[in-house]
């Protein structure tokens, strides 16, 4: 019982412990101690977050901390669930990160980037401890405001980080506006602020207010995981960042919206009617399959992990939303089921995702560069984080033997069994919503292959890469627990058997057990289905083991390889620029989803002066734009812009005026207030 | 004290409280102009006194003389001296007799009337009234029944400041605004936490300060501290 | 129960194993006689494997781990999806972890490891075959998933040798509308994740119609031997898929040694058959353009989303099975 709140303490200690080290401490030692100490923080939150997880609660009340409402915080196993899987990311990150800044007191490793880490990744932590409205936002308030001042960390660098964290500052407030107004309508309904009145007061209200608070709730929580239509923060924000905090951000901060989201959803309101959970669907199916395209077309190795964290936040929510709508059909269990589905792919994303942004973080920091087309031959000067990153790219194409499998895999099987719920909405959703999943992760798969092998195999394509060399030992020890996350949760994820459980059980729902001992296994009313990973991953090894070793014995009279050119069709040697690139090997997926993505092209060309018909120079510029970007934000924010326009009338120039503004607005309140009486 | 002393005081020190503010708006000179304001300080210091003596509360008392000390003796002073400066600025060479003359001392036409300003600031009592008859009706003591007081000349307040044209002239609606606050925090609360009173007030000081140098650069920058000639504040 | 389990599996993989170059010859010479030429005989692939068994190993100069690999891998998926499918019998000790989605998962587990193999290379050509390989695969993914929705339903399982058993016992299944448009999206699925006409043409050499062959170019020797074994495999595993879950008869559901080996002997003849249809029916095809394929695997989807809505409303409602 007393571990949540001891570990919790020493979490909140070492943080504000961190953010001292970070201020005052002088730069040869600053990473590394700033290092310690925030991964001590994720240490501790994690384990909180694993103690509740193996059933321990906690609750408790600290009226000093504001004002009016006074702290709330509550541990179940639900919130145990995000608090360690932000633990761990944190702890591993962290050791990556003190590696990241020694030799630089810029960007991540300045004063005030370093002051600020450990109080975001406190924040992290402390997010889903909130047990009352006001709690809940302060911390998430926190946690906006240290990422954001975390992003543009490495603004001297590159001036497109600005551009980035001005969009992060909007979107973000934006849905904090959004999450502000739906809370309060909400406690207001309801009577009381804490989410234990919020969870008693809830069954009083009409459908119509619970449906709106649901909805403004949930288009925030889906801004924060990056779900479209308000995405467009990620692929802005998470190129830009430093490389830990984009694994902070898509590894742990993200999560916190599926968390808010099963949490209101769920656990504060009770579940509700199906218009509901269709929305979520909606948005995370579109979000799943517009994510990876867009993946596709990035040529950015940071761009492509951001939008791949939006495609398997949207397969998330649409687990998520496939539990509320089986939940609201009357069918418990297969609820519980698709919920622990959509929980366990959180933590197998948190785990690859980590691991890839890390990787990539070295690659950006060996090689200058995170232009795919521009890298190339990472594999002969960085063999470990090359391997690190075919480990993290293994999980996220959801192929055995990897940890996204697995996850994929009981994701799959809610939605196939779903159809002993009876209804024509789900006989028409779940099979689009079986689309959505394999079509994603097909995409998936192209996107990895293109990643890792245009990015790290053959041979380098420019001079940053041909000069990289491998990452300092600190940032492979980090990527190395990551790893070794990844391959524990893809062999073994009975580990967190009944810690899901007791995870979907504290969302409300019966836990069904579906991960236990060394595999998964459905077993519900009339359907049973199983998995075991370990036995996949053995049986390979061993055929594998017996093919070579059967190769070796047919060819034992010449055992030496002999090196050969590669076939050049008799032109000479292939030089490292006829490999594909990136932007070709997505090019068949452009042409195949060209009305999806409607490319823009220009040819410009500038013919010499003597005459029209000989050319001086061709530019040729083919972009892939965000579509939905387009053409949602571009009408609201011009509008924006001619209101401002507009209003730069009332600025006249006249002291009077300014001061009269004011004065009226203040006569014609009272005057309303009286008349109103 | 007896109950119907500390009312028929109370109503005295309120009423010339709402006196100051409204011959405020009738004076043109700025000297005038500032002695009100001192006067409107020894008022609402002897609000604040009655309050502390009535309720036998000695820190009410001690801020009554904070008070008084601030706004009857300080803030007027600093605003004398900025109004010295400005006129012995023009007037180098000049001899005493001058200094009654220089334009600076007067204000301008103001941009509403002075009948027009005398009807507003009746229409706003009017209003104040209106607008804190439910807080009188939550709790109807004395204290609480003068009320409409504070409100009234909040908004006299700001309605100067609104409509003077001389820089200092302005500094002295603020200024009144802020009374207005403070007497309406006295009558309504008994006054505010000591901390929360301190804190105000040291920002009133600041922000008279502040004014007073800017009011002291804008006349050396432009020769006039009259606003109406600074338009260049938009985009 | 044990021992005839595990004969069948032995059995099966031996006789997918040994096979598996004779269906490709056996596609091959019927293919060549259709066409009017005398053909190079059935037992041709085994040679060419035992030849290039022998030859010396090459690898090609900048290549990694990867293309090393790779064909090893590509072998060792199809040898476990040997051992998983029930070809032969329903009653095996793998009967539980022969999970249909995690066969489909195998089978792109050793594209992309061709893929990689491809990209490694560094080659115009390596990356063109992966390129369009992965694009293929993309968008066959759908229609797979498709296919194993619409063959669980009825089943109420993933489980391979459920459904199997499941198809077994009752052929009226395979004949309902919905059987037969899950038979025809999967036949075309099946046909592009072996690389068979008309989503590629596994003889041709030329750039522009390369998907397969351009990734697997530069391997030379052993290293081609694999490759090569491992397509034959593949093609076998898939065509035995289809056989089990189409034509299901004759396949052991118990333990008895006699029915293990008449299954055995029906499904070497079904297979065969199978093998001898397709490779009939390429003799008409021409091969798609590439970004024809799309449209082709558009419809397949189309047949098995219609596979899945017509066994969900025509079979009665979830629950009647």
């Given at each position: ?10 979490a ?5 412990a ?8 002088p730069?040869r ?17 994690g ?7 193996g ?5 408790a009340?600290v ?8 702290t ?11 608090m360690?899987v932000?633990?761990a ?20 490793g ?8 450990p ?22 308030e ?11 960390a ?15 500052a ?33 069954g009083?209200?009409?459908?119509a ?6 909805v ?27 490389s ?5 951000m ?10 808010g989201?099963?949490r ?22 579109l ?22 964290t ?11 939303g ?6 609201h059909a ?47 031959g ?15 790219a ?7 033997p ?14 196939i069994?779903?159809?002993a ?16 999943i ?13 990643a890792l ?44 058997g ?10 409300g729902?019966p836990?069904?057990r579906?991960?236990?001992?060394g ?8 359907v ?20 070579t070793a059967?190769?070796r014995w ?12 590669l ?11 006829m490999?594909?690139t990136a932007?070709?090997f ?10 999806v993505?409607?490319p ?22 083919n972009?892939v ?21 507009s ?6 120039g ?18 309303v ?5 | ?13 309120c009423?010339a ?6 011959v ?19 008022a ?17 008392i ?17 605003i ?16 005493q ?48 029944r ?6 009234a000349?909040?908004l ?31 009558l ?21 300060l ?9 006349r ?8 109406d ?6 985009d | ?12 993989v ?23 030429r005398?053909g190079a ?5 085994w ?13 090609a ?33 793998v ?12 089978l792109?587990?050793g ?36 296919a194993?929705?619409?063959l ?5 399982s ?7 058993a ?14 037969l448009l ?28 390369m998907?397969?062959e351009a990734m ?44 293990v ?24 095809w ?24 017509a ?11």
């Amino acid at each position: 019982m007393s571990l949540i709140p001891a570990a919790l303490a020493t979490a909140t200690g070492l943080g504000v412990a961190g953010a001292a080290a970070g201020l005052v401490l002088p730069q040869r030692v600053r990473g590394a101690v700033v290092g310690v100490l925030t991964a001590g923080v994720g240490v501790a939150g994690g384990a909180s977050g694993v103690a509740a997880l193996g059933g321990s609660r906690w609750s408790a009340e600290v009226p000093g901390l504001l004002p009016l409402a006074g702290t709330h915080f509550a541990v179940d196993a639900l919130s145990g669930l995000f608090m360690a899987v932000a633990g761990a990311v944190v702890a591993a990150v962290a050791v990556y990160g003190a590696g990241y800044v020694a030799g630089g007191a810029h960007g991540l490793g300045s004063r005030g980037a370093q002051a600020v880490l450990p109080l975001f990744a406190l924040s992290l932590l402390l997010v889903p401890a909130a047990a009352s409205v006001s709690t809940f936002l302060l911390l998430w308030e926190l946690m906006a405001l240290t990422s954001l001042l975390l992003v543009p960390a490495e603004h001297r660098a590159r001036p497109a980080v600005r551009e980035a964290a001005v969009w992060y500052a909007v979107m973000t407030h934006l849905g904090l506006v959004l999450l502000l107004v739906g809370f309060m309508v909400y406690a207001a309904q309801a009577g009381g602020e804490t989410f234990a009145a919020l969870r008693s007061g809830s069954g009083a209200m009409s459908p119509a207010v619970r449906g709106l608070v649901f909805v403004l709730t949930a288009v925030a929580f889906s801004s924060k995981a990056g779900l479209v239509p308000l995405h467009a923060w990620l692929p802005r924000a998470h190129p830009e960042a430093p490389s830990a905090v984009s694994a902070l951000m898509s590894a742990a901060m993200v999560n916190l919206g599926v968390y808010g989201l099963v949490r209101v959803g769920f656990d504060l309101l009770g579940g509700g009617p199906a218009w509901w959970w269709l929305l979520a669907m909606a948005m995370g199916g579109l979000s799943a399959v517009y994510g990876i395209l867009q993946a596709a077309m990035a040529s950015d190795l940071k761009r492509l992990l951001a939008y791949s964290t939006s495609e398997n936040m949207g397969l998330v929510v649409l687990g998520v939303g496939a539990a509320g709508l089986f939940d609201h059909a009357g069918n418990k269990a297969l609820a519980g089921l698709a919920l622990a589905a959509a929980l366990l792919h959180v933590v197998n994303h948190s785990a690859f995702k980590a691991l890839l942004f890390c990787a990539a973080g070295s690659v950006l920091r060996a090689t200058g560069e995170r232009n795919l087309d521009l890298l190339g031959g990472l594999r002969a000067r960085m063999p470990l984080t090359t391997g690190l990153f075919a480990l993290g790219a293994l999980g996220a194409v959801a192929l055995p033997p990897g940890n996204g499998f697995i996850s994929e895999w009981l994701l799959l099987q809610s939605m196939i069994h779903g159809l002993a719920v009876p209804g024509v909405t789900t006989a028409i959703v779940l099979p689009v919503a079986v689309a959505v999943i394999a079509l994603s992760s097909g995409l998936a798969a192209a996107v990895f292959v293109k990643a890792l092998g245009v990015g790290f195999f053959a041979r380098p394509r420019a001079e940053g890469a041909a000069a990289a060399g491998e990452s300092p030992l600190l940032m492979l020890a980090g990527m190395g627990l990551l790893a070794a996350l990844c391959a524990a949760l893809a062999l073994v994820p009975g580990l967190l058997g009944d810690g899901l459980d007791r995870a979907v059980e504290a969302a409300g729902r019966p836990g069904t057990r579906p991960v236990s001992g060394g595999g998964l296994q459905v077993r519900l009313d009339e359907v049973s289905a199983v998995l075991s990973p370990l036995w996949v991953v053995a049986t390979l090894t061993v055929t594998l083991g017996a093919v070579t070793a059967t190769v070796r014995w047919a060819g034992r009279r010449r055992q030496r390889r002999t090196r050969a050119r590669l076939w050049d069709c008799g032109g000479g040697a292939p030089t490292p620029r006829m490999a594909y690139t990136a932007t070709s090997f997505a090019e068949p997926l452009q042409r195949v989803f060209d009305d999806v993505l409607a490319p823009e092209q220009d040819v410009d060309v500038t013919p010499m002066r003597e005459s029209a018909y000989l050319v001086e120079r061709v530019k040729f510029r083919n972009r892939v734009p965000d579509r939905i970007e387009h053409r949602l934000y571009r009408p609201v924010l011009d509008f924006l812009a001619a209101a401002g326009q507009s209003a730069r009338r009332l600025a006249g120039g006249s002291v009077h005026a300014y001061l009269g503004y004011g004065f009226f607005g203040l006569v014609t309140l009272l005057v309303v207030l009286v008349v109103g009486w | 004290m007896s109950e119907s002393l500390f009312t028929q005081l109370l109503d005295l020190a309120c009423g010339a409280f709402l006196l100051a503010a409204v011959v405020v708006l009738w004076r043109r000179e700025l000297a005038a102009i500032v002695r009100l304001f001192a006067l409107q300080g020894l008022a609402l210091a002897a609000i604040a006194l009655l309050l502390g003596l009535h309720e036998d509360r000695w820190d009410l008392i001690v801020v009554a003389a904070g008070i008084g000390a601030l706004r009857a003796g300080l803030l007027p002073y600093l605003i004398r001296r900025a109004l010295a400066t400005l006129v012995t600025d023009r007037a180098q060479g000049q001899d005493q007799a001058a200094y009654t003359h220089s334009e600076e001392v007067r204000e301008t036409q103001p941009l509403v009337n002075v009948a027009a300003s005398l009807l507003t600031a009746a229409a706003l009592t009017l209003l104040a009234y209106a607008v804190a008859r439910p807080l009188v009706e939550l709790d109807p003591t004395p204290a609480t029944r003068a009320l409409p007081v504070g409100l009234a000349v909040v908004l006299i307040g700001f309605f100067v400041l609104v409509t003077r044209r001389r820089a200092l002239a302005q500094v002295v609606g603020f200024l009144l605004l802020d009374n207005g606050i403070t007497a309406t925090a006295f009558l309504a609360a008994s006054g505010v936490p000591l901390i929360v009173e301190l804190g105000v007030s040291f920002d009133v000081l600041l922000a008279v300060l502040v004014l007073q140098l800017l009011t002291v650069r804008v006349r050396e920058a432009f020769g006039t501290t009259d606003i109406d000639d600074l338009r260049e504040l938009h985009d | 129960m044990n021992t005839v389990g595990y004969t069948a599996i032995v059995l099966q993989v031996g006789a997918v194993v040994a096979g598996a170059p004779l269906l490709t010859g056996l596609m091959r010479q019927t293919r060549a006689r259709l066409e009017g030429r005398a053909g190079a005989g059935v037992l041709q692939p085994w040679r060419d494997v035992r030849k290039l068994l022998r030859k010396e190993p090459i690898t090609a100069v900048g290549t990694g781990p990867a293309f090393r690999w790779a064909p090893p891998l590509l072998v060792a998926t199809s040898l476990v999806l040997a051992v998983l499918v029930p070809l032969i019998s329903t009653d095996t000790p793998v009967r539980g972890r022969a999970d249909l989605i995690v066969v489909v998962s195998l089978l792109a587990l050793g594209t992309l490891a061709l893929a990689l193999a491809g990209l490694d290379t560094g080659t115009a050509f390596g990356g063109m075959g992966a390129s369009r390989e992965m694009t293929i695969a993309a968008l066959v993914e759908p229609t797979i998933l498709m296919a194993v929705f619409a063959l669980s339903i009825p089943a109420g399982s993933t489980n391979l040798p459920v459904i199997v058993a499941g198809a077994a016992d009752q052929p009226a299944r395979l004949t309902s509308p919905a059987g037969l448009l899950a038979i025809a999206a999967l036949a075309v699925a099946v046909l592009a994740e072996s690389g068979r006409l008309p989503v590629d043409n596994p003889a041709t050499h030329l750039e522009l119609t390369m998907v397969h062959e351009a990734m697997t170019l530069e391997y030379a020797g052993p290293d081609l031997a694999l490759v090569e074994f491992g397509a034959h495999l593949r093609l076998t595993v898939l065509l035995g898929l289809l056989a089990s879950l189409f034509a299901p008869w004759g396949i052991a559901t118990g333990a008895s040694l006699a029915a293990v080996l008449l299954a055995l002997l029906l499904a070497v003849l079904k297979v065969a058959v199978l093998g001898m249809a397709l490779a009939a029916a390429e003799v008409f095809w021409a091969k798609l353009r590439l970004f024809r394929v799309p449209e082709l695997l558009a419809g397949s989807f189309l047949l098995a989303l219609l596979a899945v809505t017509a066994s969900y409303f025509l079979g009665g409602e979830g629950g009647q099975r």
